[in-house]
Protein backbone atom coordinates (compact mmCIF):
# COMPACT_ATOMS: atom_id res chain seq x y z
CA UNK A 1 0.00 0.00 0.00
CA UNK A 2 1.98 3.12 -1.15
CA UNK A 3 1.15 6.19 0.92
CA UNK A 4 2.12 9.78 0.82
CA UNK A 5 1.77 12.52 3.45
CA UNK A 6 2.50 15.91 3.18
CA UNK A 7 3.59 18.14 6.30
CA UNK A 8 5.18 21.76 6.46
CA UNK A 9 2.52 23.95 5.58
CA UNK A 10 1.04 27.24 7.61
CA UNK A 11 0.53 30.72 7.10
CA UNK A 12 3.05 32.82 6.25
CA UNK A 13 3.50 36.64 4.90
CA UNK A 14 4.48 37.74 1.33
CA UNK A 15 7.56 36.95 1.15
CA UNK A 16 8.65 34.13 3.57
CA UNK A 17 9.66 30.59 3.09
CA UNK A 18 8.03 27.45 3.65
CA UNK A 19 9.30 23.85 3.22
CA UNK A 20 7.12 21.07 2.06
CA UNK A 21 7.73 17.67 2.80
CA UNK A 22 6.32 14.28 1.55
CA UNK A 23 7.41 11.06 3.12
CA UNK A 24 6.45 7.94 1.19
CA UNK A 25 6.09 4.47 2.34
CA UNK A 26 5.13 1.55 0.00
CA UNK A 27 6.63 0.39 -3.19
CA UNK A 28 10.58 1.43 -4.12
CA UNK A 29 10.28 4.60 -3.30
CA UNK A 30 14.02 5.29 -5.37
CA UNK A 31 12.06 4.25 -8.81
CA UNK A 32 9.74 6.52 -9.24
CA UNK A 33 9.75 10.48 -9.86
CA UNK A 34 8.24 12.73 -8.04
CA UNK A 35 5.76 15.89 -8.57
CA UNK A 36 3.99 18.01 -6.72
CA UNK A 37 1.10 20.24 -7.54
CA UNK A 38 -1.04 22.52 -5.88
CA UNK A 39 -4.88 23.61 -6.34
CA UNK A 40 -6.59 26.81 -4.80
CA UNK A 41 -10.00 26.97 -4.54
CA UNK A 42 -11.79 27.38 -7.51
CA UNK A 43 -9.93 26.49 -9.53
CA UNK A 44 -8.07 23.38 -11.20
CA UNK A 45 -5.00 21.70 -9.53
CA UNK A 46 -2.17 22.00 -11.57
CA UNK A 47 1.48 21.38 -11.88
CA UNK A 48 4.18 23.14 -9.44
CA UNK A 49 7.53 20.79 -9.50
CA UNK A 50 8.77 17.54 -10.83
CA UNK A 51 11.88 15.53 -9.94
CA UNK A 52 13.10 12.54 -11.43
CA UNK A 53 13.79 9.50 -9.77
CA UNK A 54 17.28 10.36 -9.03
CA UNK A 55 17.22 13.81 -8.22
CA UNK A 56 18.93 14.53 -11.63
CA UNK A 57 16.02 16.68 -13.47
CA UNK A 58 13.77 19.01 -12.54
CA UNK A 59 10.82 20.87 -14.00
CA UNK A 60 8.86 23.86 -12.63
CA UNK A 61 6.00 25.55 -13.78
CA UNK A 62 7.00 29.04 -14.84
CA UNK A 63 5.61 30.80 -11.60
CA UNK A 64 7.84 29.44 -9.80
CA UNK A 65 11.08 28.83 -11.00
CA UNK A 66 13.68 31.01 -9.46
CA UNK A 67 11.48 30.82 -6.18
CA UNK A 68 10.84 27.12 -5.85
CA UNK A 69 13.40 24.26 -5.17
CA UNK A 70 12.32 20.76 -5.58
CA UNK A 71 14.56 18.02 -4.22
CA UNK A 72 14.48 14.43 -2.58
CA UNK A 73 16.64 12.07 -0.40
CA UNK A 74 15.93 8.61 -1.30
CA UNK A 75 17.59 6.96 1.60
CA UNK A 76 14.80 8.49 3.51
CA UNK A 77 12.36 8.36 1.04
CA UNK A 78 11.57 12.12 1.53
CA UNK A 79 10.80 14.71 -1.39
CA UNK A 80 11.09 18.24 -0.57
CA UNK A 81 9.31 21.82 -1.90
CA UNK A 82 11.48 24.51 -0.79
CA UNK A 83 9.14 27.56 -1.41
CA UNK A 84 10.94 31.20 -1.13
CA UNK A 85 9.68 34.73 -2.04
CA UNK A 86 6.30 33.77 -1.22
CA UNK A 87 3.14 35.19 -3.39
CA UNK A 88 -0.02 35.63 -2.26
CA UNK A 89 -0.76 33.98 -5.71
CA UNK A 90 0.47 31.08 -4.41
CA UNK A 91 -2.49 30.26 -2.08
CA UNK A 92 -3.82 26.65 -2.37
CA UNK A 93 -3.35 22.83 -1.17
CA UNK A 94 -0.23 21.22 -1.78
CA UNK A 95 0.13 17.79 -3.29
CA UNK A 96 2.69 15.54 -3.57
CA UNK A 97 2.61 12.63 -6.12
CA UNK A 98 4.17 9.84 -7.36
CA UNK A 99 4.43 9.46 -11.41
CA UNK A 100 3.57 5.97 -12.88
CA UNK A 101 6.62 4.15 -13.88
CA UNK A 102 5.56 4.49 -17.28
CA UNK A 103 5.16 8.37 -17.43
CA UNK A 104 7.87 10.43 -18.45
CA UNK A 105 10.15 12.50 -16.46
CA UNK A 106 9.10 15.69 -15.48
CA UNK A 107 5.75 15.12 -16.74
CA UNK A 108 3.30 18.42 -16.21
CA UNK A 109 0.33 16.28 -16.39
CA UNK A 110 -1.86 14.90 -13.65
CA UNK A 111 -2.98 11.86 -15.60
CA UNK A 112 0.11 10.73 -15.40
CA UNK A 113 0.88 10.25 -11.62
CA UNK A 114 -1.22 7.27 -9.58
CA UNK A 115 -0.77 7.84 -5.69
CA UNK A 116 -1.57 11.30 -4.13
CA UNK A 117 -0.86 12.65 -0.69
CA UNK A 118 -3.87 14.15 1.13
CA UNK A 119 -2.23 18.20 0.65
CA UNK A 120 -1.32 20.39 2.92
CA UNK A 121 -2.54 24.13 2.99
CA UNK A 122 -0.35 27.19 2.53
CA UNK A 123 -1.51 30.57 3.19
CA UNK A 124 0.44 33.18 2.26
CA UNK A 125 -1.26 36.77 3.57
CA UNK A 126 -0.24 40.12 1.47
Known amino acids: QVQLVESGGGLVQAGGSLRLSCAASGGTFSNYHMGWFRQAPGREREFVAA????????AYTDSVKGRFTISRDNAKNLVYLQMNSLKPEDTAAYYC???????????????????WGQGTQVTVSS
Open 97 to 115: ARSRLSSAIGSRNAAAYDY
Open 51 to 58: ISYDGYYT
